[in-house]
């Protein structure tokens, strides 16, 4: 049992570049979401998912983008890398609330550290 | 729209007690509280579902008053291993849609 996995942990892009950071759980959670964490910032929340098939943006989602073809999968997409999205990026997965009502919090993947020049 | 947490910062000396406070502007469904360390990913703490409803962990409990759409987070006879960044995160239904405070730092020294 992995738990939430990202990869890479580190990733230098030039700028216009585009990428893909991965983000992959083995728990069976219904909900996953993406969140970037920039210094003074608590966390924000980029896009997430309910289940397969189904997203939504959360507070800062331009710039990227998600697709959730399966429930353990869901990889975020740089378009076109900017310096503005130098970040620390953070992938999280969970139960959902209502389906199980217990004491279910977010799981949180060991982030990517990205850098954009 | 964030909620707001306060105070920004925290210093306290081990067995001191300290509290964290959550607001939010719009109704809330859910409260979650998570504690980060330097350098690693945010933990999990508790959630709590209902207006007025507290839990524990340990010595640390919280409590949700939904009217006032506030939650606070109450650490008792603080240890060193406390020391981080508290975060509450707010949920607004059943939509898997978190969002988080910007933040409490809290330093428990010797």
């Known amino acids: 049992n992995a738990g939430v996995t990202q990869t890479p942990k580190f990733q230098v892009l030039k700028t216009g570049q585009s990428m893909t950071l991965q983000c992959a759980q083995d728990?069976?959670?219904?909900?996953m979401s993406w969140y970037r964490q920039d210094p003074g910032m608590g966390l924000r929340l980029i896009h997430y998912s309910v289940g397969a098939g189904i997203t939504d943006q959360g507070e800062v989602p331009n710039g990227y983008n998600v697709s959730r073809s399966t429930t353990e999968d869901f990889p975020l997409r740089l378009l076109s890398a900017a310096p503005s999205q130098t970040s620390v990026y953070f992938c999280?997965?969970?139960?959902?609330?209502?389906?199980?009502?217990?004491?279910?919090?977010?799981?949180f993947g060991s982030g990517t550290r990205l850098t954009v020049v | 729209q964030q909620p707001v947490q306060s105070p920004q910062a925290v210093i306290l000396r081990e067995g001191e007690d300290a509290v964290i406070n959550c607001s939010s502007s719009k109704a809330l469904y859910s409260v979650h509280w998570y504690r980060q360390k330097h350098g690693e990913a945010p933990v999990f703490l508790m959630i709590?579902?209902?207006?007025?409803e507290q839990k524990g962990h340990e010595k640390i409990s919280a409590s949700f008053n939904e009217k006032k759409q506030q939650s606070s987070l109450y650490l008792t006879a603080s240890q060193l291993s406390y020391s981080g960044t508290y975060f509450c995160?707010?949920?607004?239904?059943?939509?898997?849609?978190?969002?988080f405070g910007q933040g409490t730092t809290l330093q428990v020294k010797p």
């Open positions: 995160g707010t949920g607004s239904g059943n939509t898997g849609k978190l969002i």
């Open positions: 728990m069976n959670h219904e909900y």
């Open positions: 709590l579902l209902k207006g007025g």
């Open positions: 999280a997965s969970s139960y959902s609330v209502l389906g199980h009502r217990a004491n279910y919090g977010y799981t």
